[in-house]
């Protein structure tokens, strides 16, 4: 067997060496760096490594070679295990964008009193005197910016993986450290740990399903490659059995990745118990990576069997609209509610995924599947870091404070903030003038262009019925009179309000003149296959 | 090798064992371990099938599962550890303050 040395393009995976890079190097200064310096020297690294990825990413998006006909832009690079084209240079300047929102989250220290939101020591157990003197001591986890560089690093990773096994280790890269993140708060550590807990065993069952997916597509087509499956696909030659098994389990772990039912149990619980930083994070980068895997997988290696699979995906997207909307009603916590809100909107994505269509059936100038599911992803992500964000701010005395009653009022005591939150929740449930209506309007079109009216009926009656718990949120804090002891906003530093000012000024702006974004993501062309 | 067949069942054989096992077991470290067993199964059918098709990529496959394995026996025994000093109990069915 002959073994061919792979040409590495450097230039073109920059943003990916750069955050991985940048993360060894955190490792070192931990293990180096004196304490007090450490969280000024993992702050700078971090901050300038995203910074300089995303400058590369932009570098790399303008200078990107048209193939195929001008029907996309990119170049196969690192011997065919990764893909930098249109889509992934999109994904990549979303999931850094808001990584950096991410990572000025977990710089906040005004919030605790001179203290990060994550454990002072997560090795001392909750309650005993060697906890207490880790926070009377100041005592502070920056191991976490390199560990979340190592899950963004996972996170560029997955959407641009052009093999099977390329985007196994990425699901693990950005998996493995966002499992210790969750488990890292420094308030109520039962609850965080517990968390951390079900979302890794979950997820390490999940990823189980997808390997033995990888191995039996493997098994069919010879090769783990996307484009090599995709041909087996068309010249299908026997063994379809094989084929249909591994493209279900290779969805469970997908579909377990983004939030979709009946794989979402895991959501609420890891959203609630989480930081509120690592929440914020991970609601919109890893379902922006996960996202961008599932488009390329089922657009590239299995587009051609789609009838196959789109009614698998029409069943998922339907009842995780209804489950995300109809549980989302019930629930008494903000963290809960926005979680469930994020299934919901999972489910309004995957109406996005299953509108693919041959290129050929599409009217010219029609908005294509690809293209409102980036757009989509662009309006949840700048509303969900910036909801987060505003979680955070919301506290009493034993931190902050989630339970609706707290809330009440709110409004009255801090218009400003409210305010805020009630923009977002309106853009997360559509209405009009807002991101959320657009990137609704978009996936619905496509959806619908493609035949799936069922799943667009259900797709409105979720929405009409998710309006009915943002509004209730709103009530509750503008028109409900507080009933005993309520939470108050703190006012935090710049990092925590810059967040929150970029995610509301873009969740307007990409509501009043989405055209720019749209036609960024329309530029971004069709996946490399 | 001519029939992959036996091979395969076996991998799907201890994948099913794996999955049954974290379903009932109550323990975390079980669990764990049975995502491994499920781990391993994978790895015999990439290995079966890159022989039955005469190309590395199954093989190589399965060298990264193996680390990958490794480095989530890391994170997850830590996790687990951590629980388990806080709490006394390994068991899945203690840690149960978020619901619903």
Wanted: glycine content about 10%; overall charge neutral; charged content about 10%.
């Amino acid at each position: 067997m002959e073994f061919v040395k792979p040409t590495i393009e450097y230039a073109e995976l920059a943003p990916l060496l750069i955050v991985f890079g940048v993360a060894v190097v955190g490792v070192v200064v931990e293990a180096f760096a004196p304490r007090p310096l450490r969280r000024p020297i993992q702050l700078t690294l971090s901050s300038a490594g995203l910074v300089a990825a995303f400058a590369a990413t932009v570098w790399i998006a303008s200078g990107l070679d048209v193939v195929a006909d001008g029907a996309a832009r990119g170049l196969v690079a690192a011997g065919g295990t990764i893909i930098v084209d249109g889509p992934t240079v999109f994904l990549w300047g979303l999931v850094l964008l808001f990584a950096a929102g991410g990572l000025m989250l977990f710089a906040e220290r005004r919030l605790e009193g001179g203290l990060s939101a994550f454990a002072g020591q997560a090795a001392a157990l909750p309650g005993t005197e060697a906890e207490r003197r880790a926070s009377s001591e100041g005592l502070d986890h920056t191991e976490v910016y390199p560990l979340m560089m190592f899950a963004v690093g996972g996170m560029l990773l997955f959407p641009a993986s052009g093999d099977l096994l390329t985007m196994f280790i990425a699901l693990e890269v950005l998996s493995l450290p966002l499992y210790l993140l969750c488990g890292l708060a420094r308030r109520r550590r039962l609850l965080s740990q517990e968390a951390a807990m079900k979302y890794f065993l979950l997820g390490a069952f999940s990823s189980a399903f997808f390997l033995y997916g990888v191995a039996l597509t493997y098994g069919f087509a010879g090769s783990m490659q996307l484009e090599r499956i995709a041909e087996a696909v068309r010249n299908d030659g026997g063994n379809s059995e094989l084929l249909l098994i591994g493209i279900g389990m290779l969805s469970v772990g997908l579909l377990f990745k983004v939030g979709a039912a009946p794989f979402h149990a895991w959501t609420p619980d890891v959203y609630q118990g989480a930081p509120t930083a690592v929440t914020a994070f991970m609601a919109a980068c890893t379902k922006i990576a996960a996202f961008g895997a599932l488009l390329r997988l089922f657009h590239v290696a299995f587009g051609a069997n789609r009838w196959d699979w789109q009614p698998m995906l029409w069943a998922v997207a339907i009842l995780t609209m209804l489950v995300g909307a109809v549980l989302a009603v019930a629930q008494r916590d903000v963290k809960r509610m926005l979680a469930y809100s994020s299934i919901a909107h999972t489910g309004f994505l995957l109406t996005g995924v299953l509108g693919v269509q041959a290129t050929s059936d599409l009217a010219v100038g029609e908005i294509t599947s690809l293209q409102a599911v980036l757009f989509y992803l662009a309006t949840y992500g700048f509303a969900m870091v910036a909801a987060f964000g505003i979680v955070t701010l919301v506290r009493d005395a034993g931190g902050e404070a989630t339970s609706f009653e707290r809330w009440a009022g709110l409004g009255r005591r801090s218009p400003l903030v409210a305010g805020a939150f009630a923009l977002l929740l309106l853009s997360m449930a559509g209405i009009p003038l807002t991101a959320g209506f657009v990137g609704k309007w978009a996936v619905f079109t496509v959806a619908m262009s493609a035949g799936a009216w069922p799943v667009v009926a259900v797709a409105i009656a979720a929405s009409a019925i998710a309006i009915f718990f943002y509004v209730r949120q709103i009530r509750l804090m503008f028109f409900t009179e507080p009933q005993g002891e309520v939470a108050s906003v703190v006012t935090p530093s710049l990092f925590t309000s810059s967040v929150i000012a970029v995610g509301v000024v873009g969740t307007l702006a990409l509501g009043i003149v989405p055209g720019p974004v749209l036609d960024l993501a329309a530029h971004a062309g069709q996946f490399l296959r | 090798m001519s029939d992959p067949v036996p091979f395969i069942a076996l991998s799907a054989v201890l994948f099913t064992i794996g999955a049954v096992g974290v379903l009932v077991r109550r323990n975390a470290i079980v669990v764990f371990m049975c995502v491994e067993l499920m781990l391993n199964a994978c790895n015999l059918a990439l290995v079966t099938f890159a022989k039955q098709h005469g190309n590395l990529d199954g093989q190589v496959a399965a060298f990264f599962v193996m680390v990958v394995a490794a480095a989530e026996v890391v994170v997850g025994l830590a996790i687990i550890m951590t629980i388990f000093r806080t709490r006394r109990s390994a068991s899945v069915d203690d840690a149960s303050l978020l619901k619903y």
